[in-house]
């Protein structure tokens, strides 16, 4: 595998991390943290979805800021109903290093705890996998650095929900194709759920193609809309209105 190139954390002029690379922000300037519970928490109807499994697998496209696992990561504990263990995969192809998350994430007081514990034991930024347990090992976090389309065709665990958080589509188009769907498809248990702030024609396309049955949201904040999918036959319109996050969605 080539070596990384690293992430820069550069401030937009609302003061929102943003990509020189990809010409696009980490997150919504409206809020990161709260965007990651509307969209990806909610969007997956967790935590319902978790509560009373053993086992609950996570899996994301670009671990950026990490923001949207510190938000997982800080529901599932404050739940007193949680799986018994929790994974959460991601992908990433330009990590950023410890002491600029630990910069971005001054941004979320709330988050300080379990971002803290994520500095201390942030990896070398060296490609291939990266297996952190937390939490006494009921929280793993297998980071994957490196691109994306590799990365995915090594992972064998069964998933139960994904997020889907590129760079705009226009911007970052290998993250959304056809392929990367077929993938993260292949990988889906029977039921899996995902959500993304993009409701791109061409996101929609992949994934209906690869047989995820994708509907239209309100989105966060000032966006209209965002896209909620389930993967195989089945009302996805039922089983996230039992199960979403009350709080998240009016959040
Ligand atoms: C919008 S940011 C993700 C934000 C992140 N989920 C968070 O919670 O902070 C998109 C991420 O996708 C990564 N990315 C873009 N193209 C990729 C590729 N082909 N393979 C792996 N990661 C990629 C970018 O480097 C960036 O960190």
Redesign the pocket.
């Known amino acids: 595998m080539p070596p990384l190139e690293p992430?820069r954390l550069i401030l937009d002029a609302n003061g929102t991390p943003f990509?020189e690379?990809?010409g696009?922000?980490?997150?919504s300037v409206a809020g990161?943290h709260a965007q990651?519970r509307h969209v990806f928490l909610a969007g997956n109807g967790l935590p319902a979805r978790w509560r009373g499994k053993k086992r609950f697998v996570i899996l994301?496209?670009?671990?950026?800021?990490?923001?949207?696992?510190l938000a997982t990561w800080l529901e599932w504990l404050n739940d007193p109903l949680r799986c018994a263990e929790l994974q959460f995969v991601?992908?990433?192809?330009?990590p950023f290093r410890a002491d600029e998350l630990a910069s971005a994430h001054a941004a979320w007081p709330e988050l300080s705890s379990v971002a803290a514990e994520l500095h201390r034991c942030w990896p070398a930024l060296v490609p291939g996998f990266h297996r952190l347990e937390l939490v006494e090992r009921r929280l793993t976090l297998t980071l994957g650095f490196?691109?994306?389309?590799q990365?995915l065709s090594r992972i064998e665990t069964p998933v139960d929900a994904f997020?889907l958080?590129?760079?705009s589509p226009a911007r970052?188009p290998?993250?959304w194709s056809p392929e990367i769907c077929r993938s993260l498809a292949s990988l889906a248990v029977p039921g899996a759920t995902l959500a993304t702030w993009s409701v791109a024609g061409q996101v929609r396309r992949a994934l209906t193609a690869a047989k995820f049955d994708v509907d239209k949201r309100p989105g966060y904040a000032g966006k209209r809309q965002m896209l909620v999918g389930r993967f195989g036959p089945g009302d996805v319109h039922r089983h996230l209105e039992v199960d979403a996050h009350p709080n998240a969605v009016d959040g």
């Open positions: 992430a990509s690379v990809y696009d922000v980490y997150h990161g990651s994301e496209t670009g671990f950026g800021l990490g923001l949207n696992f991601s992908v990433e192809k330009h490196g691109e994306a389309a990365l997020y958080d590129g760079f970052n290998e993250l």
